[in-house]
């Protein structure tokens, strides 16, 4: 079978598309014919050897991915079953055994384009404004990198608690992308704490959701309401880290909370099936719909990351493997 592969630490320009054995799948695992591959910032990582978990080479690439089971193992799943499912790379491949306590079953309401954009995305959104941010209906929520995979995804999330959601965006094309993903209001990044300001009557907003990281970050902070949280998700941005003036949390009674979802869910039983079930409900509402950008074929993989890194994905970029 095919599958995409890093056989070196190159980039994405290295990635190859090589034959590889069938996989052979455990007790616990569900065997899946995979028919598209989400793209994410991991596999980025991933194809430069910068991500924090370091796979022996060559290894697949692919975090998540939509197919239909085949064989399922000692699951609850049956054969011919739409799943979505996720782990930390190998699922860029024709066929996947995927451990059956990270796979999901997948709503007929949704195509396997959007299947695979789901669960990285959606449940790091979940973890992110539910665990580590505590929200509730009512609250307003700030969204960087809004016109993104995660950005859309917490988007969605956000409104599915019945918040109010604002998106920071760069150009006026990811506001319309934003606006289409639920967003309530969307600003450009330049000056978006004045914006903020004024959308919010100068109190400021609940939560901030932060996957770009750098400059933006001390206005981020200034854009809280008291007892307001900025969630860290990630440095996309590509600006370095920031650091926090602890005396600004102080004054304002404010909270820098980080968000590490894979490390923690892969590490607890049944906590991933959770967090489908919550989301299976916003799903079924039509609230959680992943928006899907650009589509590729298995050979253009490098591509679609060369793009992401360019910041020139709208929504999630998926990878079909089947038609």
Do not use: C
């Amino acid at each position: 079978m095919r599958a995409v592969q890093v056989e070196a630490p190159d980039g994405p320009t290295g990635l190859k598309v090589n034959d590889v054995p069938e996989p052979t799948p455990g007790p616990d695992d569900v065997l899946v014919e995979v028919h598209s591959v989400g793209v994410s910032f991991p596999d980025l990582l991933l194809s430069k050897g910068e991500y924090q978990m370091k796979p022996e080479m060559p290894f697949n690439v692919g975090v998540d991915f939509a197919g239909v089971v085949l064989e399922a193992g000692s699951s609850d799943f049956v054969p011919g079953q739409r799943v979505a499912g996720v782990s930390g790379w190998g699922n860029a491949a024709e066929r996947v055994a995927s451990p059956k306590a990270w796979t999901f079953p997948l709503p007929d309401a949704l195509s396997f384009d959007e299947g695979a954009a789901l669960p990285m995305n959606y449940l790091t959104a979940q973890f992110a404004l539910k665990d580590r941010g505590g929200i509730t209906a009512g609250d307003t929520v700030l969204v960087h990198g809004a016109a993104g995979g995660v950005g859309t995804a917490t988007i969605q999330v956000a409104k599915g608690y019945a918040a109010r959601t604002i998106a920071v965006v760069s150009t006026p094309e990811k506001a319309e992308v934003a606006r289409a993903a639920g967003a309530d209001e969307a600003v450009l990044v330049d000056g978006f704490k004045d914006a903020v300001k004024q959308l919010t009557g100068g109190r400021g907003v609940d939560i901030v959701l932060d996957v770009v990281g750098g400059e933006l970050f001390t206005d981020s902070l200034r854009s809280l309401a008291e007892q307001g949280r900025l969630l860290v998700v990630g440095f996309a941005g590509g600006q370095g880290i920031p650091e926090v003036k602890v005396n600004r949390l102080l004054l304002n009674n404010i909270d820098v909370r980080g968000v590490g979802w894979g490390a923690y869910a892969m590490t607890r039983a049944d906590f991933m099936q959770q967090q489908w079930r919550e989301l299976l409900p916003m799903i079924e509402s039509g609230v959680v719909k992943p928006p899907i950008g650009a589509t590729y074929e298995m050979d253009g993989f490098g591509q679609a990351l060369i793009d992401m890194a360019g910041r020139k994905t709208l929504g999630k970029s998926v990878v079909r493997v089947r038609a």
